[in-house]
C-alpha cells in the first residue's frame, strides 16, 4: 500500500496525573489524528500517525503521588519500535485506517522495567485499533484502501461542501498545512492536493466525478482549473492547443487513411470512457478550452500511453467534438467526419450494449454556469454510447499450443497452483481467476518494447492499447475466457469495462498479424526470463512457459487507476522469484495504474 504521510510520530506528554491513552483525536484545524496504513515495501506492517498525543498518569490510590516524568522512557521505547511491532501483528485488510480518536486506559506496574512498560502499552493500543475496526460502528473510523481512493473522497467532498471526513483527508495527507483553505477555496484546495498526486489524478477525478456529479466539480475549478489539470497530465502541449476549437483535420491534408484511423480511435476512446458518459449527459457548456481539457482527461482515463507523446494527428479535435459537438452543438457519434478512404476500415456506427442501461435524458432548463470566466456548454444527448457489438471474431491466427508429453494438446494440461487466497472486503471491482500468474507478464513489457512497439505500429493505429493487450493475452492463453479477471487487468481493465474490448469492431488481417508477432516476442522474452536463452527452444515452449506461469488461482482486482493481485503463499514459485517476475511493477504509466502483488 502507500506510504502513510512522512510526519513522524511525536509523542507529547504533558504533566499531571493520568493513564497511558492513545492517542486523541484531531481538532478541524489540521492536527492528524490516527492512521494506520501499510509501509512501502512491506505489504504487512502498519504504521501508526499520531499527531497528538495525551497521557495522564493516574496512581494507584495505595502508592501516592507519582512522578508523570516515569512515562517518558517507556513511551520512547515504544514509539521507537515497540508500537510498530504490535501493529504488525494486527489483522487488518490492507489499506488506510483513519481513527479520529482512541481513548483507553491501561493499567501498568511502574516498577517494571521501561521495555516491558513500552510493550504492554504497545499492545493495548493495537487491540484497541483493532477492536475498533472490527466494531465497525459508523463515525469511529474510515478505511480507504488506497491512495487513489482517499483522494477521490476528498475531491468530491469539498467539490459538493461535504466536509464531514475533513479530518480523514488531512490524516492520510491528502490535504496538508498550507494548503488553500478547504472551506472557503475548495477548487484551489483540489488542484493543491491532485498536483501532489498527478498519476492518480486521472482515476480520482473519474471516481469523484461519479459521486459528485461533473457539474460539482465543474463549480469547484472553472475553466483555469481544468487547462490547469490537462496540462499536469501530459508534457506535450499539442494535446490541448490541437484540440480546442478545431473540428477536424482539414479534407485536403495529405495522410487520409491516418484521419481515418484518428477518427475512428476517437470514436473508440469516447464510447470506452465513464468519464465521457458523463460528460455528454450533463448539461454542462464548456467552452473550446474546456472541452480540449476534458479531451485531455478522457484520454489519460482509456489510452494514457498516447499522452506520453504528441497526439495522433487530429485526435484531440476529434475527441473533443465527440464529447460535446463543434461549437456547443450536441456530439452525433457515428457521423462521418472525412470522406471514407478505400482500403480504411471505417469506425461503426456506436450500438448500446444490452448489458447497459442507457443514462436518462436530462430534463429541466440547463444548468447556468458558475461564473463568467467558466466555459459555457451544451445539453448534451442523454443516450449513452456503447462499444460497437460485431459478431465474435476468433482471436486468429492462434499462437500454437504445445503438445502434452502424452502426445495430447496442452490445452487445459497446465497444472493448476491451488490455494485461493482469502477476498479482500469492501465493494473493490474484481473477480477470482486461475491465472494470475500473467500478470508477470509486465516484468518483460519494457523488453519486449511495449507500449512503443504499439503506439509506432500504423497497423494498429485506430485500436487503444487495451485492446491490443487483451488480444495478445487471448492468444497467449486460448483456454482463458475473454471476460477474465487476469486477461482485462494486462489490458489495464475493470470487469466494467469488459465491452470495450469484447464487443470491438473484428480485427482486420494486418492487425492480427501485428498482435501475434507481439504475443510470440513477449512469451520469448519472458521464457528467456524464466529459463534462461536456451538454444533450439520453440515457439511453442515459450508460449507453454507463459502458459504455466500464468496457472495460478488467484483474485484480482482491477479499478481505474489501481490493480492488485492477491495470490496464496503457497503458489509462490522460485523460479518465477529468481526471475524477479513477480515484483510488483508499481506505477505503469502507459496503462495508467498501480500494479501490485499480495501473497496471503
Do not use: K
Request: aromatic share 4%; charged share 20%.
Amino acid at each position: 500500500m502507500s506510504p502513510a504521510p512522512a510526519t513522524p510520530p511525536t509523542p507529547a506528554t504533558p504533566p499531571g496525573p493520568g493513564a497511558p491513552a492513545a492517542p486523541r483525536a484531531p481538532e478541524h484545524a489540521g492536527r492528524r489524528g490516527t492512521a494506520v496504513s501499510e509501509a512501502p515495501g512491506d505489504a504487512a506492517r502498519p504504521v501508526l500517525v499520531v499527531d497528538r498525543l495525551s497521557v495522564i498518569l493516574r496512581p494507584a490510590a495505595d502508592t501516592g503521588a507519582a512522578d508523570p516524568g516515569r512515562l517518558r522512557g517507556p513511551l520512547r521505547h515504544a514509539l521507537g519500535g515497540g508500537l510498530e511491532a504490535a501493529l504488525r501483528a494486527l489483522d487488518l485488510p490492507p489499506g488506510r485506517w483513519c481513527l479520529p480518536r482512541l481513548d483507553l486506559t491501561v493499567p501498568l506496574d511502574l516498577a517494571r522495567p521501561d521495555p516491558a512498560l513500552a510493550r504492554t502499552w504497545s499492545e493495548a493500543v493495537a487491540a484497541a485499533i483493532e477492536e475498533t475496526v472490527r466494531e465497525g460502528r459508523p463515525g469511529t473510523f474510515v478505511h480507504y484502501r488506497h491512495d487513489g481512493e482517499a483522494l477521490a473522497d476528498a475531491i468530491a467532498g469539498l467539490a459538493t461542501g461535504r466536509t464531514a471526513r475533513l479530518w480523514a483527508w488531512r490524516q492520510t495527507g491528502v490535504l496538508r498545512a498550507g494548503d488553500p483553505d478547504p472551506l472557503a477555496s475548495p477548487g484551489p484546495a483540489i488542484l493543491a492536493a491532485l498536483d501532489r498526486h498527478p498519476r492518480q489524478a486521472p482515476a480520482a477525478l473519474l471516481r469523484a466525478a461519479e459521486r459528485a456529479g461533473l457539474a460539482a466539480l465543474d463549480r469547484s475549478l472553472g475553466r483555469a482549473g481544468w487547462q490547469l489539470l490537462a496540462a499536469r497530465l501530459t508534457p506535450d502541449a499539442a494535446w490541448t492547443a490541437t484540440a480546442a476549437g478545431v473540428r477536424a483535420t482539414p479534407a485536403g491534408a495529405p495522410d487520409r487513411a491516418a484521419r481515418a484511423r484518428a477518427a475512428t480511435l476517437a470514436t473508440t476512446l469516447a464510447a470506452a470512457s465513464p468519464l465521457a458518459e458523463l460528460i455528454r449527459s450533463s448539461r454542462l457548456r464548456p467552452t473550446a478550452p474546456v472541452r480540449a481539457a476534458w479531451a485531455v482527461l478522457v484520454v489519460a482515463d482509456t489510452a494514457p500511453a498516447l499522452l506520453l507523446r504528441p497526439p495522433p494527428a487530429g485526435l484531440a479535435g476529434e475527441l473533443a467534438e465527440r464529447l460535446c459537438g463543434p461549437a456547443g452543438a450536441p456530439a452525433e457519434h457515428g457521423a462521418d467526419l472525412a470522406p471514407p478512404d478505400p482500403g480504411v476500415r471505417p469506425a461503426p456506427e456506436p450500438v448500446p450494449s444490452p448489458a447497459a442501461a442507457p443514462v436518462p435524458a436530462p430534463t429541466g432548463p440547463p444548468a447556468a454556469p458558475a461564473d463568467a470566466v467558466r466555459g459555457a456548454g451544451v445539453p448534451a444527448p442523454g443516450a449513452t454510447a456503447r462499444p460497437p457489438v460485431a459478431p465474435a471474431d476468433p482471436v486468429a491466427p492462434r499462437v500454437p499450443v504445445p503438445p502434452g508429453a502424452d502426445g495430447s494438446r496442452a490445452r487445459g494440461t497446465v497444472p493448476s497452483r491451488s490455494g485461493t487466497p482469502a477476498r479482500p472486503p469492501g465493494p473493490a471491482a474484481g473477480g477470482d481467476t486461475g491465472w494470475t500468474g500473467l500478470l508477470f507478464l509486465f516484468a518483460t513489457a519494457a523488453e519486449t518494447g511495449l507500449p512503443d512497439r504499439v503506439l509506432d505500429e500504423p497497423d494498429l493505429a485506430a485500436r487503444p492499447l487495451s485492446w491490443v493487450l487483451h488480444r495478445v493475452a487471448r492468444l497467449l492463453l486460448p483456454d482463458a475466457a475473454a471476460e477474465d479477471a487476469a486477461l482485462l487487468a494486462l489490458a489495464g481493465l475493470g470487469p466494467d469495462r469488459v465491452a470495450t474490448v469484447t464487443a470491438a469492431a473484428p480485427a482486420t488481417p494486418a492487425e492480427r498479424a501485428r498482435v501475434a508477432e507481439l504475443a510470440a516476442d513477449w512469451a520469448r522474452v519472458t521464457a528467456a526470463r524464466l529459463h534462461g536463452e536456451r538454444a533450439g527452444a520453440t515457439p511453442l515452449e515459450e508460449v507453454a512457459a507463459v502458459a504455466a506461469m500464468a496457472r495460478r488461482d488467484g483474485r484480482i482486482t482491477a479499478e481505474p487507476g489501481w490493480i492488485e493481485a492477491t495470490l496464496s503463499a503457497a503458489n509462490t514459485d522460485p523460479v518465477v522469484r529468481r526471475a524477479g517476475l513477480d515484483l510488483d511493477p508499481g506505477w505503469l504509466g502507459w496503462i495508467g495504474a498501480v500494479v501490485r502483488y499480495r501473497y496471503v
